[in-house]
């Protein structure tokens, strides 16, 4: 398994769109010199997988409604995360 992950090319099933394939590819290139992001969170934006679809500025606004909203029994902590043991200490 080691060997795939540092050899193997990146496999997608058909439920990826060319987008999402394409943002995936570039954040996980085994050259971390070469990886999107590299150069700070507005290249990871520009990408068409985000930048088609999220207009960011009204996103830091708090103007966009959610695709889904989860329900949860307190505003500070999700049901969730309030049975999960911490994982480091």
């Known amino acids: ?10 496999r997608f099933g058909d439920e990826f769109n060319p987008e999402a394939c394409s943002i995936l590819t570039a954040l996980l290139n085994r050259d971390p010199t070469r990886r999107l992001g ?7 934006k520009r990408h068409p997988f985000f930048h088609k ?4 500025k009204l996103l830091a606004a ?10 949860v029994a307190s ?7 309030a ?6 200490a």
């Open 62 to 71: 708090k103007k966009i409604q959610p695709p889904f909203k989860p329900s």
């Open 75 to 81: 505003p500070v902590v999700s049901p969730s995360l």
């Open 38 to 44: 590299v150069k700070g969170a507005d290249e990871i």
């Open 53 to 56: 679809h999220i207009d960011f």
């Open 1 to 10: 398994m080691y060997e795939k992950i540092l050899n193997d090319p990146l």
């Open 83 to 88: 049975s999960a043991s911490p994982t480091c």
